[in-house]
Antibody
Framework: EVQLVESGGGLVQPGGSLRLSCAAS????????MNWVRQASGKGLEWVSYISSSSSTIYYADSVKGRFTISRDNAKNSLYLQMNSLRAEDTAVYYC????????????WGQGTLVTVSS | QTVVTQEPSFSVSPGGTVTLTCGLSSGSVSTSYSPSWYQQTPGQAPRTLIY???TRSSGVPDRFSGSILGNKAALTITGAQADDESDYYCVLYMGSGSWVFGGGTKLTVL
């Protein structure tokens, strides 16, 4: 069974940093591209970042470019999101999501981890 | 910046048919954007319904279908059921490593 479990969320002050992790199991992690998608409370989904299976290709949404860094460790079946210079508008539930066969297919999602940026 | 547009809300009667759409603030949606559709209930992670315009995800009932209607992507639910009451999101691949979700449609079945 495919499982994605996020961790690392919490309360952080504006300007602070946080590192999210996503532990993957039930599939060959090193064969799949991964994404981070976030959702502010009561709001819609926002794609945040993408990383290819070998980490050779990385993309970011404009809203986080230069502040967030996506990475992965295929030996540990883990995906990461290093978030620096956090702002109030980064407050959201952060989901990791596996890319499926199609470029817009996020076929498996974790349950999310809540990041709150507040003083 | 291109905005992906969806109806904020929609209502359908049980057993009825509803079509939700996904458009662009500028231009037309085509299959090249590879539109996908997600269903989300409160407190849950999204679930894939349709990808690549019209391919149903595994386990999704055939009363959910995807298409291009005019200049928009469309999700049609035929024979709506009470548990279809959810938020529905489309996502488009804009190219150059950019994915954009629509604002979502809150579907009420009553």
């Amino acid at each position: 069974e495919v499982q994605l479990v996020e961790s690392g969320g919490g309360l952080v002050q504006p300007g602070g940093s946080l590192r999210l992790s996503c532990a993957a199991s039930g599939f060959t992690f090193s064969s799949y591209s991964m994404n981070w998608v976030r959702q502010a409370s009561g709001k819609g989904l926002e794609w945040v970042s993408y990383i290819s299976s070998s980490s050779s290709t990385i993309y970011y949404a404009d809203s986080v470019k230069g502040r967030f860094t996506i990475s992965r460790d295929n030996a540990k079946n883990s995906l990461y999101l290093q978030m620096n210079s956090l702002r109030a508008e980064d407050t959201a539930v952060y989901y990791c999501a596996r890319r499926g066969d199609s470029v817009t297919q996020f076929d498996y999602w974790g349950q999310g981890t809540l990041v709150t940026v507040s003083s | 910046q291109t905005v992906v547009t969806q109806e904020p809300s929609f209502s359908v009667s049980p057993g009825g048919t509803v079509t939700l759409t996904c458009g662009l603030s500028s231009g037309s949606v085509s299959t090249s954007y590879s539109p996908s559709w997600y269903q989300q209930t409160p407190g849950q992670a999204p679930r894939t319904l349709i990808y690549s315009t019209n391919t149903r995800s595994s386990g999704v009932p055939d009363r959910f279908s995807g298409s291009i209607l005019g200049n928009k992507a469309a999700l049609t639910i035929t024979g709506a059921q009470a548990d279809d009451e959810s938020d529905y999101y489309c996502v488009l691949y804009m190219g150059s490593g950019s994915w954009v979700f629509g604002g979502g449609t809150k579907l009420t079945v009553l």
